[in-house]
C-alpha cells in the first residue's frame, strides 16, 4: 500500500501546486505617468550629500533612521520624502494623497 502511495507523491505534489496556484492572484497597479507628480525634483536631488540636499530644500519635517545595513534614512517634507544611503540621496517619493 506504501509503495503505492509513495508512486504517487510526484503527482500529488504537483496537483497541490497547481491548486494553490489557482487559488493566488496579485493584483496589478498602474499609475499613470501624469498622476505621478513632478520628476523634476527625483532629479534634482539623486545622488546630493545630506546638506546639499538641506541647502536645496530646507529643513525636513521629520527624519526617521537610520535603519538596517546599509543605513537608510528617509526625511519629510510637505509632499514628498527623501530616503539615503548613508549620506547619498537615493529616492523621492511623493506622499499619497488618496
Same mark, same amino acid.
Given at each position: 500500500? +506504501?509503495? *503505492?502511495? *509513495?508512486? @504517487?507523491?510526484?503527482?500529488? &505534489?504537483? &496537483?497541490?501546486? =497547481?491548486? +494553490?496556484?489557482? !487559488?493566488?492572484?496579485?493584483?496589478? =497597479?498602474?499609475?499613470?505617468? !501624469?498622476?505621478?507628480? $513632478?520628476?523634476?525634483?527625483?532629479?534634482?536631488? @539623486?545622488?546630493?550629500?545630506? $546638506?546639499?540636499?538641506?541647502? *536645496?530644500? !530646507?529643513?525636513?519635517?521629520?527624519?526617521?533612521?537610520?535603519?538596517?545595513?546599509? &543605513?537608510?534614512? @528617509?526625511?519629510? /517634507? &510637505? $509632499? +514628498? /520624502?527623501? /530616503? +539615503?544611503?548613508? $549620506?547619498?540621496? =537615493?529616492?523621492?517619493?511623493?506622499?499619497? *494623497? !488618496?
Amino acid at each position: 500500500m +506504501f509503495s *503505492r502511495l *509513495r508512486n @504517487r507523491i510526484p503527482q500529488l &505534489a504537483g &496537483a497541490a501546486a =497547481l491548486l +494553490f496556484s489557482l !487559488g493566488t492572484q496579485a493584483e496589478t =497597479l498602474e499609475v499613470p505617468v !501624469g498622476a505621478q507628480g $513632478d520628476h523634476a525634483m527625483v532629479e534634482q536631488v @539623486r545622488g546630493l550629500k545630506k $546638506d546639499e540636499v538641506n541647502s *536645496r530644500l !530646507g529643513e525636513p519635517i521629520g527624519i526617521q533612521g537610520p535603519v538596517g545595513e546599509p &543605513a537608510i534614512t @528617509r526625511w519629510e /517634507y &510637505a $509632499d +514628498f /520624502y527623501v /530616503y +539615503f544611503e548613508w $549620506d547619498v540621496a =537615493l529616492h523621492t517619493v511623493k506622499k499619497y *494623497r !488618496g
